[in-house]
């Protein structure tokens, strides 16, 4: 099966005492290790690698590396697998793409025949009407879908990030890039190398004996000098101060690594990409750029046809005839594109070239046609540095034009020369970068605290002194005097560009979008240039007058996963997740947070907590610590009522607005002594609290004696519960605890069941008896164990999260961030007596004025009566729990008033309860309201006269 | 991704602070207009040159500084040295812990 795997090539990067066996298209294969996929494949023989996307034409290699169009495969369960680049690994199920029933005889390839119907915007134009056939289309067109098939079985695969900080990062391992990380390393600097292939040297490794000798020279001077080298990695994208984006494709571990890197100066060094050519039959297999019959014949010894017909313009091309003949290949003819040669198309069945039409009119038999008409800079990273090149019409590429000072352009990128003109610069571009990641770090070092002393001088930004690159002259060659294909990836011609322009998609940008003209996987790696050629000569002007689109991220496609990878996002549990675990909690993920939600039966929880005695796992409450004299002030700065006479003792509750007088928080604090308080938030406001605290005290009241310590985790929180937790505690506890000693809304610090610096609290969000306790968190699991031992004869048992949340609305306590919501500002909440409207001032102040009517301005500016009412409410069916956001609409209409907040089944009350927050002419007592269900059906509910559905006069709590 | 010069930790990035915008004089609460209080709110002049801002280390040294930043070209200039006042009693920011947070119906869990 090797017919076409030549006799050992002095330069071929494959080891032949390693041979592989894979499968290729359900045949068995065999290559050798250092083969990619599309090179074993093509040693087999094999000419059709896959078929196109949307006309489903047979086609075979085109550039034979990593941005090849045609090379598309499955492997295993992987789908899109670039096989020009993909190194063959023993095994492996290889199968083409876009093909049905199979590569060689294809169903869909009747698109092609049709082929003038799908001229761009097809599908927009025929399936856009009539609207209610589109599911129909869509399913029919689903099967047209193009790409490989995904496995959803597929087993998890591991993904890394890595985060680093080198002086000098090196995007590109060819020639100029090699030199310059060498010149940079032996400067000082620390860098970093980053090689798209899997051999550095880029070009050299398919060039001559010389050319090869000379990157074995470079590179081991790279790696003497103690550059680091990623292979097979590609720098993605460039940001902000140069934090770059890098895929490592070869890591040994994981699937794929995304390398976060901060470089202080970054060398552009990524080569050129030979350029395809435009004319009727480029797509036929057999018509190959120069490059890739270079690479095919030198890296993977592999004859790339039998009879050649090569079309250069430039010495690559010149240098592929020697190659080409030197692998036996018969030339069947050289057309010179400099001295007017040129190629106008391809003959041949659809499956291969057979004769070639020169531009004389003449024909030459052969199977294989190479193109070398010149090369593409793939700006991209320049152009995420803010740079846009500029077309040069003597050189037929694109050229840089200015660049930031950390961000350097070196190799064929930045001009033409000699090897030695390309190494010398590269050169002269890593001593540069180098120096000038001096400069950047003492340039940052300088703007932060660490700056250096006045005396020592900051180093310059070195001046650019190095010798330019020239420009060899080179003929423009983008389309020949016929049409044919421009994108490979999207299957669009050079006429369906023309047709779009006249339709009138006539600029670069639009013509791009529209025909998705580089849009596909090559992202226009190689129909970029052509694309603006083909709109230059329908416009009748020039590439530069036209433009070009802008290269954005990424450079190279990398997979979600790389993206995804490793996140660095904590679980946090309490100190009593053990025991939940043990006890049959069920989980529920609470923000970080992994909490209990029920032990089994919510229903029966709750009516355990209103009979008997329950303990529910509150560690997350948000907690802060406050000392200094002036927490008063600051309490009074943050919740809209008054702390100043809060004593010693006592605990409080409050809620907190931003300046826009939206609800932020709520809690209680207490005093515990003189000079301590502890603040409570909610569970996912104790670190958006802390922030608001400290950046009150530090830019508007930097005077204020208050230090504030985050002690969340501190404690272990314990809420007992229940008209027998007085009983329980009191076992545990010597702190007296009746009603004459310790009042509701009281607080004592204490010894529980032998802890020491306990805090308890009595408080009622259950609406029972309640004793809040804060344990000193190692001791948090004993505490709870004490308490289940010592309740087991009142009937104690656990409840989680649900039972909490039905308990809390039997007695309609509202919780920030689900019955209040980003405009909620605090009157609707009912709490207008927590609004102290006469102090001096609080966050959000003025708003909550306005809101209550007695803000400053005039009458108009003063109504505040429009703002949402929050209600409790109490279907008339029990039996009907309307989702929460489940919308309340007016009796006949769909027109909204309002929404169901929280709902739930009270089993206290046997009631179907909820809030809402409804517009004040719907909110007194008695009011019907009309439920919107998700089903279309509607439900109607009822106000109530208190927001607590259950002892709204707090007797329970104050027992 | 910006690299942001916090005075105490050194030039940090961006995603360990948090950016709180413009910083802009808080009026007297008790006789700012309507307008006044909404200028304070919502409306920043945004121009292409340097604004001061308020950040925020909230990965680092959790203290908040102000910096001049370019808005076009993002340079930085005149960070404050350690133990500076980070602004003064006419200037504050609202956006922390404002209205804009959003909250899942299982975070907002009080007691």
Same mark, same amino acid.
């Given at each position: 099966?090797?017919?076409?795997?030549?006799?050992?090539?002095?330069?071929?990067?494959?080891?032949?005492?390693?041979?592989?066996?894979?499968?290729?298209?359900?045949?068995?294969?065999?290559?050798?290790?250092?083969?990619?996929?599309?090179?074993?494949?093509?040693?087999?023989?094999?000419?059709?690698?896959?078929?196109?996307?949307? +006309?489903?034409?047979?086609?075979?290699?085109?550039?034979?590396?990593?941005?090849?169009?045609?090379?598309?495969?499955?492997?295993?369960?992987?789908?899109?697998?670039?096989?020009?680049?993909?190194?063959?690994?023993?095994?492996?199920?290889?199968?083409?793409?876009?093909?049905?029933?199979?590569?060689? +005889?294809?169903?869909?390839?009747?698109?092609?025949?049709?082929?003038?119907?799908?001229?761009?915007?097809?599908?927009?134009?025929?399936?856009?009407?009539?609207? &209610?056939?589109?599911?129909? +289309?869509?399913?029919?067109?689903?099967?047209?879908?193009?790409?490989?098939?995904?496995?959803?079985?597929?087993?998890?695969?591991?993904?890394?990030?890595?985060?680093?900080?080198?002086?000098?990062?090196?995007?590109?391992?060819?020639?100029?890039?090699?030199?310059?990380?060498?010149?940079?390393?032996?400067?000082?600097?620390?860098?970093?190398?980053?090689?798209?292939?899997?051999?550095?040297?880029?070009?050299?490794?398919?060039?001559?004996?010389?050319?090869?000798?000379?990157?074995?020279?470079?590179?081991?001077?790279?790696?003497?000098?103690?550059?680091? %080298?990623?292979?097979?990695?590609?720098?993605?994208?460039?940001?902000?101060?140069?934090?770059?984006?890098?895929?490592?494709?070869?890591?040994?571990?994981?699937?794929?690594?995304?390398?976060?890197?901060?470089?202080?100066?970054?060398?552009?060094?990524?080569?050129?990409?030979?350029?395809?050519?435009?004319?009727?039959?480029?797509?036929?297999?057999?018509?190959?750029?120069?490059?890739?019959?270079?690479?095919?014949?030198?890296?993977?010894?592999?004859?790339?046809?039998?009879?050649?017909?090569?079309?250069?313009?430039?010495?690559?091309?010149?240098?592929?005839?020697?190659?080409?003949?030197?692998?036996?290949?018969?030339?069947?003819?050289?057309?010179?594109?400099?001295?007017?040669?040129?190629?106008?198309?391809?003959?041949?069945?659809?499956?291969?070239?057979?004769?070639?039409?020169?531009?004389?009119?003449?024909?030459?038999?052969?199977?294989?046609?190479?193109?070398?008409?010149?090369?593409?800079?793939?700006?991209?990273?320049?152009?995420?540095?803010?740079?846009?090149?500029?077309?040069?019409?003597?050189?037929?590429?694109?050229?840089?034009?200015?660049?930031?000072?950390?961000?350097?352009?070196?190799?064929?990128?930045?001009?033409?020369?000699?090897?030695?003109?390309?190494?010398?610069?590269?050169?002269?571009?890593?001593?540069?970068?180098?120096?000038?990641?001096?400069?950047?770090?003492?340039?940052?070092?300088?703007?932060?605290?660490?700056?250096?002393?006045?005396?020592?001088?900051?180093?310059?930004?070195?001046?650019?002194?190095?010798?330019?690159?020239?420009?060899?002259?080179?003929?423009?060659?983008?389309?020949?005097?016929?049409?044919?294909?421009?994108?490979?990836?999207?299957?669009?011609?050079?006429?369906?560009?023309?047709?779009?322009?006249?339709?009138?998609?006539?600029?670069?940008?639009?013509?791009?979008?529209?025909?998705?003209?580089?849009?596909?996987?090559?992202?226009?790696?190689?129909?970029?240039?052509?694309?603006?050629?083909?709109?230059?000569?329908?416009?009748?002007?020039?590439?530069?007058?036209?433009?070009?689109?802008?290269?954005?991220?990424?450079?190279?496609?990398?997979?979600?996963?790389?993206?995804?990878?490793?996140?660095?996002?904590?679980?946090?549990?309490?100190?009593?997740?053990?025991?939940?675990?043990?006890?049959?909690?069920?989980?529920?993920?609470?923000?970080?947070?992994?909490?209990?939600?029920?032990?089994?039966?919510?229903?029966?929880?709750?009516?355990?907590?209103?009979?008997?005695?329950? %303990?529910?796992?509150?560690?997350?409450?948000?907690?802060?610590?406050?000392?200094?004299?002036?927490?008063?002030?600051?309490?009074?700065?943050?919740?809209?009522?008054?702390?100043? &006479?809060?004593?010693?003792?006592?605990?409080? +509750?409050?809620?907190?607005?931003?300046?826009?007088?939206?609800?932020?928080?709520?809690?209680?604090?207490?005093?515990?002594?003189?000079?301590?308080?502890?603040?409570?938030?909610?569970?996912?406001?104790?670190?958006?609290?802390?922030?608001?605290?400290?950046?009150?005290?530090?830019?508007?009241?930097?005077?204020?004696?208050?230090?504030?310590?985050?002690?969340?985790?501190?404690?272990?929180?314990?809420?007992?519960?229940?008209?027998?937790?007085?009983?329980?505690?009191?076992?545990?506890?010597?702190?007296?605890?009746?009603?004459?000693?310790?009042?509701?809304?009281?607080?004592?610090?204490?010894?529980?069941?032998?802890?020491?610096?306990?805090?308890?609290?009595?408080?009622?969000?259950?609406?029972?008896?309640?004793?809040?306790?804060?344990?000193?968190?190692?001791?948090?699991?004993?505490?709870?164990?004490?308490?289940?031992?010592?309740?087991?004869?009142?009937?104690? &048992?656990?409840?989680?999260?649900?039972?909490?949340?039905?308990?809390?609305?039997?007695?309609?306590?509202?919780?920030?961030?689900?019955?209040?919501?980003?405009?909620? &500002?605090?009157?609707?909440?009912?709490?207008?007596?927590?609004?102290?409207?006469?102090?001096?001032?609080?966050?959000?102040?003025?708003?909550?004025?306005?809101?209550?009517?007695?803000?400053?301005?005039?009458?108009?500016?003063?109504?505040?009566?429009?703002?949402?009412?929050?209600?409790?409410?109490?279907?008339?069916?029990?039996?009907?729990?309307?989702?929460?956001?489940?919308? %309340?609409?007016?009796?006949?209409?769909?027109?909204?008033?309002?929404?169901?907040?929280?709902?739930?089944?009270?089993?206290?009350?046997?009631?179907?309860?909820?809030?809402?927050?409804?517009?004040?002419?719907?909110?007194?007592?008695?009011?019907?309201?009309?439920?919107?269900?998700?089903?279309?059906?509607?439900?109607?509910?009822?106000?109530?006269?208190?927001?607590?559905?259950?002892?709204?006069?707090?007797?329970?709590?104050?027992? | 991704?910006?690299?942001?010069?916090?005075?105490?930790?050194?030039?940090?990035?961006?995603?360990?602070?948090?950016?709180?915008?413009?910083?802009?004089?808080?009026?007297?609460?008790?006789?700012?207009?309507?307008?006044?209080?909404?200028?304070?709110?919502?409306?920043?002049?945004?121009?292409?040159?340097?604004?001061?801002?308020?950040?925020?280390?909230?990965?680092?040294?959790?203290?908040?500084?102000?910096?001049?930043?370019?808005?076009?070209?993002?340079?930085?200039?005149?960070?404050?040295?350690?133990?500076?006042?980070?602004?003064?009693?006419?200037?504050?920011?609202?956006?922390?812990?404002?209205?804009?947070?959003?909250?899942?119906?299982?975070?907002?869990?009080?007691?």
């Amino acid at each position: 099966m090797t017919m076409r795997r030549l006799p050992q090539q002095p330069g071929e990067v494959i080891d032949r005492s390693q041979p592989l066996k894979f499968t290729w298209n359900g045949k068995p294969a065999v290559g050798y290790q250092g083969d990619t996929i599309a090179s074993a494949i093509a040693a087999g023989d094999n000419r059709i690698m896959s078929r196109s996307m949307k +006309y489903h034409r047979p086609r075979g290699l085109l550039t034979a590396d990593f941005w090849d169009p045609n090379a598309f495969v499955q492997v295993d369960d992987e789908p899109n697998v670039r096989s020009g680049h993909r190194l063959l690994t023993n095994g492996i199920d290889v199968g083409p793409q876009n093909v049905w029933p199979s590569l060689d +005889y294809d169903v869909k390839a009747a698109n092609q025949l049709v082929g003038r119907f799908l001229s761009p915007g097809f599908y927009y134009k025929t399936f856009i009407h009539p609207q &209610k056939l589109w599911p129909a +289309y869509e399913k029919v067109l689903a099967q047209f879908a193009p790409g490989g098939t995904v496995d959803y079985e597929s087993e998890m695969a591991y993904f890394d990030k890595r985060y680093t900080h080198p002086d000098v990062v090196v995007a590109g391992g060819g020639p100029a890039g090699l030199a310059a990380a060498t010149a940079a390393a032996e400067a000082g600097a620390s860098v970093l190398l980053v090689e798209h292939e899997h051999h550095l040297g880029g070009h050299l490794r398919y060039g001559t004996e010389d050319d090869r000798a000379l990157a074995n020279g470079l590179e081991l001077a790279a790696r003497s000098a103690g550059v680091e %080298i990623l292979l097979d990695s590609t720098v993605t994208g460039r940001y902000e101060d140069n934090w770059l984006g890098i895929v490592q494709r070869s890591h040994p571990l994981a699937s794929e690594r995304l390398v976060k890197a901060r470089a202080k100066t970054l060398i552009v060094a990524a080569g050129l990409i030979e350029r395809p050519y435009v004319f009727e039959g480029n797509d036929r297999p057999g018509v190959m750029l120069a490059s890739a019959a270079r690479r095919l014949i030198n890296m993977y010894s592999v004859k790339p046809g039998d009879r050649a017909v090569v079309l250069t313009a430039n010495e690559s091309g010149d240098q592929t005839v020697a190659d080409l003949e030197r692998a036996g290949v018969k030339i069947a003819e050289v057309v010179d594109a400099r001295a007017g040669g040129n190629v106008t198309a391809t003959a041949g069945s659809q499956k291969a070239v057979e004769s070639v039409t020169l531009g004389d009119g003449s024909t030459r038999d052969a199977d294989l046609l190479i193109t070398a008409v010149g090369w593409t800079a793939p700006t991209s990273l320049l152009n995420m540095s803010g740079d846009r090149p500029v077309y040069d019409p003597a050189g037929a590429r694109f050229f840089p034009d200015r660049t930031p000072d950390n961000v350097l352009v070196t190799g064929g990128i930045a001009g033409d020369g000699t090897l030695d003109q390309i190494v010398e610069h590269g050169r002269e571009t890593g001593a540069l970068a180098a120096s000038r990641a001096l400069a950047v770090a003492h340039r940052l070092q300088a703007l932060t605290a660490r700056a250096m002393p006045v005396s020592d001088p900051e180093p310059a930004m070195a001046p650019d002194a190095r010798t330019p690159l020239g420009r060899d002259p080179h003929p423009e060659l983008y389309r020949s005097t016929t049409h044919g294909i421009v994108d490979y990836s999207e299957d669009v011609g050079s006429k369906d560009l023309v047709s779009a322009t006249k339709e009138g998609y006539d600029s670069v940008e639009l013509l791009k979008r529209y025909t998705t003209a580089t849009m596909g996987p090559a992202q226009g790696k190689l129909e970029t240039v052509n694309t603006v050629a083909v709109l230059a000569e329908a416009r009748g002007e020039t590439i530069a007058e036209v433009g070009t689109t802008i290269w954005r991220p990424p450079y190279a496609p990398l997979t979600l996963g790389a993206l995804a990878g490793r996140i660095f996002e904590p679980e946090r549990v309490s100190s009593v997740h053990s025991w939940h675990v043990a006890n049959g909690a069920k989980p529920i993920l609470a923000g970080q947070w992994i909490r209990p939600e029920h032990y089994g039966n919510p229903q029966a929880e709750v009516t355990n907590v209103r009979e008997n005695v329950g %303990i529910i796992d509150i560690s997350p409450l948000g907690k802060l610590d406050l000392q200094g004299a002036d927490v008063p002030k600051l309490l009074n700065l943050l919740y809209t009522n008054k702390w100043s &006479k809060l004593g010693v003792g006592s605990v409080r +509750y409050g809620i907190m607005c931003a300046e826009d007088g939206v609800v932020m928080d709520d809690g209680v604090t207490g005093r515990i002594s003189e000079n301590r308080w502890l603040m409570t938030t909610t569970s996912s406001g104790a670190g958006s609290v802390w922030e608001w605290a400290e950046n009150w005290l530090q830019t508007a009241h930097p005077d204020w004696d208050v230090h504030i310590t985050p002690v969340t985790t501190s404690y272990t929180s314990i809420n007992v519960a229940g008209p027998k937790s007085r009983e329980l505690l009191s076992r545990l506890t010597d702190v007296p605890l009746d009603n004459d000693s310790f009042d509701y809304m009281q607080v004592r610090p204490g010894t529980v069941a032998g802890v020491e610096d306990c805090i308890m609290w009595r408080i009622g969000f259950t609406g029972e008896l309640s004793f809040e306790l804060h344990v000193p968190a190692g001791y948090g699991l004993h505490v709870w164990e004490a308490l289940m031992d010592e309740g087991a004869d009142l009937g104690i &048992k656990p409840f989680g999260l649900e039972a909490q949340r039905i308990m809390r609305l039997e007695k309609g306590h509202f919780i920030v961030g689900q019955d209040t919501d980003g405009l909620t &500002k605090a009157p609707t909440t009912g709490l207008q007596p927590l609004i102290k409207l006469d102090k001096d001032d609080f966050a959000g102040k003025p708003e909550l004025a306005w809101a209550m009517g007695q803000g400053v301005g005039d009458a108009a500016d003063a109504a505040g009566m429009d703002l949402p009412v929050l209600v409790s409410v109490q279907m008339t069916d029990s039996s009907i729990v309307p989702p929460e956001a489940s919308q %309340i609409v007016r009796p006949n209409t769909n027109e909204i008033l309002g929404r169901i907040t929280s709902s739930r089944y009270s089993p206290t009350l046997k009631a179907s309860i909820g809030l809402a927050q409804v517009p004040p002419s719907h909110a007194s007592s008695g009011t019907q309201l009309t439920v919107l269900l998700t089903n279309g059906d509607r439900t109607t509910a009822t106000v109530q006269q208190h927001h607590a559905h259950f002892d709204p006069d707090g007797l329970r709590l104050r027992s | 991704m910006l690299l942001v010069p916090c005075p105490h930790c050194g030039p940090r990035n961006q995603s360990d602070l948090r950016l709180l915008g413009e910083a802009v004089p808080r009026p007297n609460p008790n006789t700012a207009t309507r307008a006044e209080w909404g200028e304070y709110l919502y409306l920043r002049d945004n121009p292409a040159d340097y604004v001061t801002e308020t950040w925020y280390c909230r990965a680092g040294c959790r203290r908040y500084f102000t910096v001049e930043r370019h808005q076009a070209t993002n340079e930085f200039r005149n960070p404050p040295l350690p133990g500076d006042k980070v602004g003064n009693s006419t200037y504050t920011t609202i956006t922390v812990g404002s209205s804009g947070k959003q909250r899942g119906a299982n975070e907002g869990e009080a007691s």
